[in-house]
T-cell receptor, first 114, second 110 residues
Framework: EAQVTQNPRYLITVTGKKLTVTCSQNMNHEYMSWYRQDPGLGLRQIYYSMNVEVTDKGDVPEGYKVSRKEKRNFPLILESPSPNQTSLYFC?????????????FGPGTRLTVL | GDSVTQMEGPVTLSEEAFLTINCTYTATGYPSLFWYVQYPGEGLQLLLKATKADDKGSNKGFEATYRKETTSFHLEKGSVQVSDSAVYFCAHSGYSTLTFGKGTMLLVSP
């Protein structure tokens, strides 16, 4: 089944404890991205990757890192999480850049930083 | 900068009522336009899209027409069902990014 998977689905952590949220797609997509969803703010893009080894900042990159060593994986790294990073995170992928291409979203990761 | 504005919710309707969710955008060039839907506890999924002016996207009884002159992409459905209860996001695309509106929650009661 074609899908985007994220792990973990739920995570409660404490301020400053490094964490990684994994994202993997099995559709051989070139484009991958991360969004955060907050009440009243909708979805905001954190980082995106047009292809392997190519990543760039979205609208809200502060406090996050990403890497794209393989086409299928695009982990999101929080080196020192803070409470303002408590949010619902979505990974998405598409065959190429957004253009007129459908984005396929993962099921989401709900992160709470205490 | 590029942006998408959609009506605030929640929109509360009875089953079989007519639905309109307004969406306007600002963008450089001629972006593609999308409506995504998010059912409770799930990720977003594409509902419909339009790639050029006057195109009409349609799916599952929903429709939206790309209006360049009014920079709008309003979502409509003639008769909503309880199962349509969800959050609806309007979006437009650039070369490397997708810009979303804040989402409109739709609640349909029997």
């Amino acid at each position: 089944e074609a899908q985007v998977t994220q792990n973990p689905r739920y995570l409660i952590t404490v301020t400053g404890k490094k964490l990684t949220v994994t994202c993997s797609q099995n559709m051989n997509h070139e484009y991958m991205s991360w969004y955060r969803q907050d009440p009243g703010l909708g979805l905001r893009q954190i980082y995106y990757s047009m292809n392997v080894e190519v990543t760039d900042k979205g609208d809200v990159p502060e406090g996050y890192k990403v890497s794209r060593k393989e086409k299928r994986n695009f982990p999101l790294i929080l080196e020192s999480p803070s409470p303002n990073q408590t949010s619902l995170y979505f990974c998405a992928s598409s065959s190429r850049g957004p253009g007129d291409n459908e984005q396929f979203f993962g099921p989401g990761t709900r992160l709470t930083v205490l | 900068g590029d942006s998408v504005t959609q009506m605030e919710g929640p929109v509360t309707l009875s089953e079989e009522a007519f639905l309109t969710i307004n969406c306007t955008y600002t963008a450089t060039g001629y972006p593609s336009l999308f409506w995504y839907v998010q059912y409770p506890g799930e990720g977003l999924q594409l509902l419909l899209k339009a790639t050029k002016a006057d195109d009409k996207g349609s799916n599952k009884g929903f429709e939206a027409t790309y209006r360049k002159e009014t920079t709008s992409f309003h979502l409509e459905k003639g008769s909503v069902q309880v199962s349509d209860s969800a959050v609806y996001f309007c979006a437009h695309s650039g070369y490397s990014t997708l810009t979303f509106g804040k989402g409109t929650m739709l609640l349909v009661s029997p």
